[in-house]
C-alpha cells in the first residue's frame, strides 16, 4: 500500500526538532513571520516572472543566456519555471561560446549589461537578502527575548519583582530571599490548598486571598516589598537614585525662590501701603496745621 510503505517513517525525524531547542528556535523563526515571508516570495515569484517575459519576447535575449548551462524556450511556462529553477541561485550567464546561425560570434546585446546586473542585483542579491534577513531578525528578537526571560528569572524576584542588585546593595542575600522569604513554590501551594479547602473553613487571610485569586487579581501579591528590607534606610547609591535626589533638590530650590519672590512682591506692597499711609497722615497733618493757625490769627 501507498501509505503503508517504509519510507514514510522519515517523516517521523521531524521529532528531533521538539527535542532541540535550537532547532525549535530556527522553526519558529521561519514560521512566526510567514505572512512576511510568503509576501515576500511572491513578490520575487512577480519579478522573475518579469524577467522571463523579457526574455521570451526579445528576439536578443531569448535562448542567448542560460542558468548553469540550461535552457529551455519552448514555451513562456517552460521559461519561467527554469528560471525559479535556478534563476535564485545564480544569476543569466550569456551563452558566447557557440557562434549564432549566420557563423558569427556571439555578443552580449546591446541591453544584456543591464539586463544581467539588474537580475543579479535584485533577484540574486536583495530578494533573497530580505527573505533570510527577516528569519535571521525573527532568530535574534526571540533569542533576545528569551535570554531577557531568563535573565528576569535569575536576577528578579517572581513574588515582589525586586532585582537581586537591589538586595546587594542592601546588604542582603537575594537568593536567601527567593528560597525562605518569598518562594514561590510555597506560594503555588498556597493555592493548591485554597482549592483543595472549603470556604467555610476558611480563615480571614484566606477567604481574602482566594477572592482575589477568583477575581484575578494581585493585590496580595507583596509587590516592591518585603519584610527583609522594611525599616532599611540605606538607599541605593545608582544614577537614577542620584538624578531623582537631584531633581528633588531642583524642585526645593525652585520652591523656595518662588516663595522668597512672592514674599518680596508682598512686602515691597506692604511698603507701598505704607509709604501712602503715611503720605496721606503728612498731608492731614499739615492741612490741619494751616486750619488751626487760621484759626489763631482769627482769634488774635
Known amino acids: 500500500a501507498f501509505f ?3 519510507y514514510w517513517f522519515a517523516f517521523h525525524m521531524i521529532i528531533l526538532v521538539k527535542g532541540a531547542t535550537m532547532m ?14 510568503l509576501a515576500t516570495v511572491i513578490l520575487a515569484l512577480i519579478i522573475v516572472y518579469w524577467y522571463s517575459v523579457i526574455g521570451f519576447i526579445n528576439d536578443d535575449f531569448r535562448g542567448k543566456y542560460s542558468f548553469e548551462e540550461q535552457i529551455n524556450d519552448k514555451d513562456l511556462l517552460t521559461y519561467f519555471r527554469l528560471h525559479v529553477d535556478y534563476g ?6 550569456w551563452n558566447l561560446d557557440n557562434p549564432d546561425t549566420n557563423g558569427k560570434a556571439r555578443n552580449i546585446p546591446p541591453y544584456g549589461m543591464v539586463f544581467n546586473f539588474s537580475y543579479f542585483l535584485i533577484v540574486n542579491l536583495i530578494l533573497t537578502a530580505i527573505i533570510s ?8 528578537d526571540m533569542r533576545q527575548k528569551t535570554n531577557q526571560t531568563i535573565q528576569d528569572t535569575m536576577d528578579k524576584c ?3 519583582n525586586l532585582d537581586r542588585d537591589y538586595f546587594e546593595k542592601l546588604g542582603l542575600n537575594f537568593k536567601e530571599h527567593i528560597t525562605r522569604e518569598h518562594n514561590m513554590w510555597q506560594y503555588l501551594w498556597f493555592r493548591i490548598h485554597l482549592q483543595d ?15 482575589k485569586i477568583r477575581a484575578q487579581r494581585i493585590e496580595y501579591f ?4 518585603a519584610m527583609s528590607i522594611e525599616g532599611n534606610t540605606r538607599e541605593k547609591t545608582d544614577l537614577p537614585t542620584l538624578f531623582q535626589h537631584m531633581k528633588v533638590l531642583e524642585d526645593t530650590i525652585d520652591d523656595m525662590d518662588r516663595r522668597v519672590e512672592e514674599d518680596r512682591k508682598r512686602q515691597e506692597k506692604e511698603k507701598n501701603v505704607l509709604i501712602s499711609t503715611i503720605d496721606g497722615m503728612q498731608s492731614m497733618l499739615e492741612n490741619l496745621t494751616d486750619e488751626i493757625g487760621k484759626l489763631n490769627r482769627r482769634t488774635a
Open 4 to 6: 503503508g510503505a517504509p
Open 24 to 37: 525549535t528556535y530556527v522553526l519558529n523563526a521561519a514560521l512566526k513571520n510567514y505572512r512576511q515571508l
Open 88 to 93: 535564485f541561485m545564480v544569476n543569466p550567464i
Open 133 to 140: 534577513g527577516i528569519i535571521i531578525d525573527t532568530f535574534s
Open 158 to 160: 517572581f513574588i515582589c
Open 197 to 211: 479547602i472549603h470556604h467555610t473553613e476558611m480563615t480571614g487571610q484566606e477567604t481574602y486571598v482566594n477572592q
Open 222 to 225: 507583596p509587590i516592591k516589598k
